[in-house]
């Protein structure tokens, strides 16, 4: 077993070895049933969607891997999804992140509390047919604005929300949302009418079959857990600069064996070690601590996302033309690359995140209570 | 104002909801199930109590650690328990800090529904004893 093969384990709390078993199981549908497709999938026309790949990942626990075991979920955290994300991202960051909107669908649904809506929605992902959720945060106007706090007050144009009667009117468009195609519900966030998005948004589930609906077509797009994603895009241009340079050989030697190569191989897997750290570091964090925490996840993403061009960009350059002719798959990776780091915080959202962390008072400050 | 101006006040009324949940066969079953203990720290007054399926501790003696600590002031817990504050914005303002597996933070809140129901009479039936006893002793201390 090389170095790249290794799990890390002890990094996090497995007693019963199933974050570890479920991360083999999708390593295994990733490297087998996924990697193959890749570049088929990349090529196919723009409103394909591959429905037999989600079947598969759905009969592995992939749409249901952080539900409670209650909810028939598997009940395994954010660190077994992360380790998971990376595992789907090392062979298809799109795929993964199919399955990483599905999650990001259902957490307002767990985290809401609410028995009632809990019962709904969370058990349609058990059944024997794939379900897919998404999560509905961007809009035309708004964009991050609406994800940074110091922003939202800038927000124009937010959906709305308002009763009528014993019903609830939702008026809006949202805008690059993964999933929305062909996600049977949506946690759409809006303002609830006569208020400003300052004072917070409101997290509404809607069917999506609900009269009223237009949706566009498949988009091509789809913090923890994209972080896990960039680590998983650099893991795939690693591993493949590492074959590639194993066996090239020029001047008599591999190419490994020059130095300027074993250079840039040392810095590219060290990236990838450091970012799954604080990809891992950062979601036993949000595993563990309500409210969520903000520095870490957003710590983990800026870097990943950063190290992620960074390795991809390298392993074009030591691979030649290979690296750059589309047949052998790493002009895929760099281009995912660089979609890894717009989505769920661009890097400049990320910093305003990070920096108002690093200027703000100890929140676990008592008085604060 | 707050809700409860002393540790005794304070313990006595979150002391008796808890003691009252850990008579429901249901709760501790599930807590049992789950491998559930929690601490919960309250502030302003300071008010500690440990719940696990066997027992209920109140005050300074509580283990130092378990699955779950949820710390809040006194008042807050107030707002909850009596369903005027919901628990997702509780957590999201930051008003309730919880410390270990979410997962497990999730098992524990529908279990806790009983609470949310005996609760306001618990609190009422504490605060009119406590104004009797003031009154009977010209006024508030």
Known sequence: ?369 | MPVYDTTEQAEQVFGELFRILAEDENFTTRLRESGLTVRLLHKKPDCNIFVSPDDVLIGDEIPESAAITIKMSCDTAHALWMGTLMMPTAVATGKVRIRGKVAKVIELIPILQPAFDRYPEIAASATYRRERAESSMGGPK
């Open chain 1, 1 to 369: 077993m090389s170095v790249l093969e290794r799990s890390p384990e002890a990094n996090f709390d497995d007693p019963q070895g199933e974050v570890s078993r479920f991360r083999e199981a999708v390593r295994k549908f990733a490297r087998e049933e996924i990697a193959p497709r890749a570049l088929e999938l990349d090529q196919q026309a723009h409103d394909h969607f591959a429905w037999d790949l989600v079947q598969e990942g759905h009969q592995l626990g992939l749409t249901r891997a952080m539900l409670p075991p209650h909810h028939g979920g598997l009940g395994l955290g954010v660190v077994g999804v992360c380790l998971a994300m990376e595992e789907l991202a090392a062979a298809c960051p799109g795929v993964a992140l199919i399955f990483g909107a599905t999650m990001l669908g259902q957490a307002p649904v767990l985290l809401s509390g609410d028995s009632r809506l809990q019962s709904r929605f969370l058990p349609l992902f058990s059944g024997d047919e794939a379900v897919l959720a998404c999560n509905a945060v961007c809009e035309e106007e708004a964009g991050t604005d609406l994800v940074i706090p110091q922003s939202t007050r800038h927000a124009r144009n937010v959906s709305t929300i308002h009763r009528e009667g014993a019903e609830y009117v939702l008026n809006g468009h949202k805008r690059v949302i993964t999933n929305a195609a062909v996600a049977t519900f949506a946690s759409v966030f809006v303002t609830l009418e006569g208020t400003s998005p300052e004072s917070g948004l409101t997290c509404v589930m809607v069917p999506l079959d609900t009269s009223g609906i237009t949706r566009g077509p498949v988009a091509d797009m789809a913090r923890s857990s994209v972080a896990a994603v960039s680590t998983g895009i650099a893991r795939h241009a690693l591993e493949t600069a590492v074959e590639f340079c194993g066996q090239r050989v020029q001047g008599g030697a591999p190419l490994r064996a020059h130095q300027m190569t074993a250079r840039k191989l040392a810095e590219m897997t060290s990236k990838v070690d450091a970012a799954r750290l604080l990809y891992l570091h950062s979601a036993n964090k949000v595993d563990n601590e309500l409210p969520a925490p903000e520095y870490e996840p957003a710590v983990a993403k800026l870097f990943a996302d950063r190290i992620a061009i960074e390795v991809a960009g390298d392993a074009v350059s030591l691979m030649g033309s290979r690296g750059f002719i589309r047949e052998f798959g790493l002009e895929k990776v760099l281009r995912d690359s660089y979609g890894a780091r717009i989505y769920e915080g661009t890097p400049e959202a990320l910093a305003l995140a990070i920096t108002d962390c690093l200027y703000r008072e100890d929140s676990d400050d008592d008085d604060d209570l």
